[in-house]
């Protein structure tokens, strides 16, 4: 590879639809494990880089960016979330940082809902009884869950997702949305919610969605406190980061079943240990991590993460850079 091309490392492999073009790009050193690099083989591998491009479990600190020196410009995670990078240190030494919104949107809304609906009917309890043989009949009152229609979901945090959630439910189901919000947010049309403080949400809401972005101001948000103050019926479901919710609190709230179910995409740590509480209970839900998991999603994640990384080595505007 010629010395005149920047270096940069990635990594994981990405799909080849980002993939391809970078490594016609710059001189690229794609991590080939399917675990993510340990911490000294990811501080050795970005010596002397000008780009990193980084997943959602990288933790990207100063440590990093000492690690490689100045020659680094910019950082392209493959993430909408970057709640694994530094970014006032990246601020601080002048590196770009990019992120990948927008495309994930639909995908990661679709498993909000998928969640939802298998959190409220027991599906995935239910499909393992007839697994393990436990299928003797029909029974009237076996495997009882909660209807959507005409309920009230409670969205935290309304922004690209928030609102594709919202949508999709009160269109297919004809729900009543409030939601919470840092901000007035301007919603799009067709969409009728209502913006309340969040004690009201999660005491009037027969779903909950977690939707907001990781920040020490989210940190632990859903706690004890909040998780009682849920109707014994409601369902929980997070897609958003796992840290948003006090995890313990959640074990002795699903215990003492209420809420009635949870459906995490996400959780803390990920992966979750199979010794984790949580693991076992029988009335939550866990998926690993899987919510921008689709084709198309997953390629033009590809695709953006690569353009911010050839425009940051450019010295360009990232083509989505996090503010
Ligand atoms: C993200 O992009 O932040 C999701 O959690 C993974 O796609």
């Not at 990635?10 to 494990?33: K, N």
């Not at 083989?41 to 491009?53: Q, S, T």
């Amino acid at each position: 590879m010629s010395a005149t091309l920047p270096r940069v490392f990635v990594t994981r492999r990405i799909p080849s639809s980002g993939l391809d073009r970078l490594q016609s790009f710059a001189d690229c050193v794609v991590w080939p494990e399917r675990l993510p690099p340990g911490r000294d083989e990811l501080l050795a591998a970005v010596r002397g880089c000008h780009g990193l491009l980084s997943l959602l479990s990288d933790r990207i600190d100063a440590e990093v960016f000492e690690a490689a020196g100045p020659s680094l410009k910019v950082v392209s995670n493959f993430a909408v979330g970057v709640n694994n990078i530094d970014l006032v240190e990246a601020a601080r030494r002048g590196i770009a940082v990019g992120n990948t919104p927008d495309v994930l949107t639909d995908a990661t809304a679709d498993i909000a809902v998928a969640l939802l609906l298998a959190a409220a009917r027991q599906i995935h309890p239910a499909a393992d009884s007839v697994r393990a043989g436990e299928w003797l009949t029909w029974e009237p009152t076996g495997w009882l869950g909660c209807d959507l229609v005409g309920r009230t979901v409670g969205i935290i945090g309304m922004g690209r997702i928030g609102q594709a959630v919202a949508r999709r439910l009160a269109g297919g189901w004809g729900m009543k949305v409030l939601y919470v919000s840092r901000t007035d947010k301007e919603l799009g049309s067709p969409l009728a919610a209502e913006r309340v403080s969040l004690e009201r949400l999660l005491t009037e809401s027969d779903f909950v969605s977690v939707h907001t972005d990781l920040s020490e101001q989210t940190r632990g948000m859903i706690g004890a406190a909040q998780l009682g103050l849920m109707k014994p019926t409601a369902v929980l479901v997070n897609t958003s980061r796992g840290a948003v919710i006090d995890q313990d609190a959640l074990v002795a709230a699903l215990r003492r079943g209420r809420p009635m179910a949870a459906g995490l995409d996400v959780t803390e740590p990920e992966p979750l240990p199979p010794e984790h509480p949580l693991v076992g209970l029988g009335n939550c839900l866990i998926l690993p991590h899987i919510g921008s998991a689709t084709v198309a999603a997953r390629d033009a994640m590809a695709e953006i993460c690569v353009d911010n990384l050839i425009f940051g080595l450019r010295g360009e505007p990232l083509r989505a850079a996090v503010k």
